[in-house]
């Protein structure tokens, strides 16, 4: 008896229960730390140009906020 190779199911007929895959998720570090991380020395370098307090203060927030994010190493 030989057996007949079935044909593979086409990636839009599959279920999302076909198989076992893992879960991919984002940290928080990836996800938020490290965008304010980059806003952040991007407000540093326009609170340097401007020379506005108010924008060092804004910049160090959200450098200080990436930096806490980032350190966490949490994944939700």
Do not use: C, H, N
């Not at 990636?11 to 990836?30: E, N, T």
């Not at 020395?41 to 959200?62: H, R």
Request: proline share 3%; aromatic share 6%.
């Amino acid at each position: 008896m030989t057996e007949r190779k079935q044909r593979r199911k086409q990636s839009w007929m599959r279920s999302q229960s076909d198989g076992f895959r893992p879960i991919k998720q984002v940290g928080v570090a990836a996800s938020i730390g490290l965008p304010l991380i980059m806003s952040g020395i991007f407000m540093l370098a326009i609170a340097y140009s401007a020379g506005e307090t108010l924008l060092w203060v804004l910049a160090g927030t959200l450098l200080g906020g990436g930096l806490l994010a980032a350190s966490m190493g949490r994944i939700i």
